[in-house]
């Protein structure tokens, strides 16, 4: 929709006056009634936008979700029961400020830190959920990240059940040093030992997924899923490009590229993400995961 169209929808929308042209054009829009998307620069009033789970409906440019929001669009209704809600960080190497800064992190997002995990239902199959957000710290693996997801899919090994992973991470947590370094191996060692118990891990890439979690468990998946678009790397654009001396393709990176040489398994639009899901979870469900189900 362009502009002026979109507008003149907008001032119809509000009620304002039918008077001359000058008045028109001075209408005041409400904040936070619009979307304007940063990749085909379209608008969208929020309220349809929100309805169509964050996607833009002119180019399916897919924006980021909060993990509650990620929640709420993939685990069924009241299902979903979190691990160590109460956990968070210390600061193993007194960085400066880093109190301060999770404290005020803890307060604006409602996060004790930047992943939530627990176990729920998706369309009535028991699985473990693992869901990032990048609100908090641009979803930096420090300590706790990585202490409940290995907690996580421990637990999934216990009791048989499968792990999907939605991960969207800027990669390590600088300001725990080398602990944060650390979760990469522990995270990686938990998913080893779920895979030899037999169980099925699923990682789901959001954007963006970089750094040091998918160097882990991101991309350690038995089905690796993307969503459309999304940012996928180790490090950024410009460090490659200085260190091999050649110019990267215009789509490196992206979901699609990951899909055409073999980094990722399929690419599912949001609004397909919870079905796909559990399908692929009732194909790979043994009779031993099944029993689980009626276990509460």
Do not use: W
């Not at 991470?169 to 522990?186: D, P």
């Amino acid at each position: 929709m362009q502009f002026d169209e979109f507008f003149s929808v907008v001032r119809e929308r509000l009620g304002s006056d039918k008077g001359d042209d000058n008045s028109k054009k001075k209408t005041d829009i409400p904040a936070g009634l619009l979307f304007k998307c940063p990749r085909c620069r379209s608008v969208t009033f929020i309220e349809e936008f929100n309805q169509n789970g964050k996607v833009c409906p002119n180019c399916n440019y897919h924006s980021r979700l909060t993990a509650r929001e990620r929640l709420k669009i993939t685990a069924d209704d009241g299902s979903f029961r979190e691990f160590d809600r109460k956990m968070i960080s210390k600061n193993p190497i007194d960085f400066p400020g880093y109190d301060a800064k999770q404290k005020e992190l803890r307060e604006k997002t409602g996060l004790n830190d930047a992943v939530l995990t627990g176990r729920a239902k998706i369309h009535h199959e028991d699985v473990v959920l693992i869901v990032m957000d990048s609100n908090y710290m641009m979803a930096s693996m420090g300590s706790v990240v990585g202490e409940r997801i290995t907690r996580a899919i421990e637990y999934a090994t216990e009791k048989k059940l499968p792990v999907v992973a939605f991960t969207a991470s800027g990669g390590a947590r600088m300001q725990e040093g080398i602990v944060s370094l650390m979760q990469m191996a522990k995270t990686s060692g938990a998913v080893a030992r779920h895979n030899e118990a037999g169980g099925l891990y699923i990682s789901v890439m959001t954007d963006p997924t970089t750094g040091g979690v998918t160097a882990s468990f991101a991309s350690l998946g038995d089905i690796i899923i993307a969503e459309p678009k999304v940012l996928i790397g180790f490090a950024g654009r410009r460090v490659i490009e200085g260190t091999i001396k050649q110019k990267l393709p215009d789509d490196f990176q992206s979901a699609e590229f990951m899909l055409e040489n073999g980094f990722v398994d399929m690419i599912v639009e949001r609004n397909k993400m919870r079905r796909v899901l559990a399908h692929l979870i009732r194909l790979h469900r043994t009779p031993e995961i099944k029993e689980v189900e009626s276990d509460e």
